[in-house]
T-cell receptor, first 117, second 113 residues
Framework: AQTVTQSQPEMSVQEAETVTLSCTYDTSESDYYLFWYKQPPSRQMILVIRQEAYKQQNATENRFSVNFQKAAKSFSLKISDSQLGDAAMYFCAYRSVSTGTASKLTFGTGTRLQVTL | NAGVMQNPRHLVRRRGQEARLRCSPMKGHSHVYWYRQLPEEGLKFMVYLQKENIIDESGMPKERFSAEFPKEGPSILRIQQVVRGDSAAYFC???????????FGPGTRLTVT
């Protein structure tokens, strides 16, 4: 079974600075998808960024980018120019490319990000 | 295109009562997933359904919990004889066929008193 580990329960960053959230995962599969979700106090799950494992290029979405190291099974999220609205819980998630019973998302335990002035 | 809808947003039940949580997927989405989030924890998969079929229920507790996704109408997660430990946020997500992304609803927060 796949597992996702987020070793940083809490992180803090000053406004306009850059922060990196860590995520590692364990799988025996060679192809899969990885995601970062944001959960603000409203509890709505918002997809921040996605990465297909077969793509070597790291995904980027505006101020959000990932560092995907497939051999190390590492998938970190970098937030540049942090804003107060970035304060939230961030969850890393894994999904197999297989359909059927393998299509569920496996989540890490989350990192709470605080943004200070 | 409206997003994934869940109702109610908040549900309070006394121990021993039944809880029914509803999820209306996005238009064109025939796949529905249910996840549970206990306080201060990540989301845990419960069940995956397609129209009229349960595809994967490996995350569902063996007793008291059931789910359905009928041909017409929303998906329903049903919890019978609720206990305090069932207090959690329950999220529904949907996806269209052949798409790996899941779109989440706002969740239902269940409180058992």
């Amino acid at each position: 079974a796949q597992t996702v580990t987020q070793s940083q329960p809490e992180m803090s960053v000053q406004e306009a600075e850059t922060v990196t959230l860590s995520c590692t995962y364990d799988t025996s599969e060679s192809d899969y998808y990885l995601f970062w979700y944001k959960q603000p106090p409203s509890r709505q799950m918002i997809l921040v960024i996605r990465q297909e494992a077969y793509k070597q290029q790291n995904a980027t979405e505006n101020r959000f980018s990932v560092n995907f190291q497939k051999a190390a099974k590492s998938f970190s999220l970098k937030i540049s120019d942090s804003q107060l609205g970035d304060a939230a819980m961030y969850f890393c998630a894994y999904r197999s490319v297989s359909t059927g019973t393998a299509s569920k998302l496996t989540f890490g335990t989350g990192t709470r990000l605080q943004v200070t002035l | 295109n409206a997003g994934v809808m869940q109702n109610p947003r908040h549900l309070v039940r006394r121990r021993g009562q039944e809880a029914r949580l509803r999820c209306s997927p996005m238009k064109g989405h025939s796949h529905v997933y249910w996840y549970r989030q206990l306080p201060e924890e990540g989301l845990k998969f419960m069940v995956y359904l397609q129209k009229e079929n349960i595809i994967d229920e490996s995350g569902m507790p063996k007793e008291r919990f059931s789910a359905e996704f009928p041909k017409e109408g929303p998906s329903i997660l049903r919890i019978q004889q609720v206990v305090r430990g069932d207090s959690a946020a329950y999220f529904c997500a949907s996806s269209p066929p052949g798409n790996y992304e899941q779109y989440f609803g706002p969740g239902t927060r269940l409180t058992v008193t």
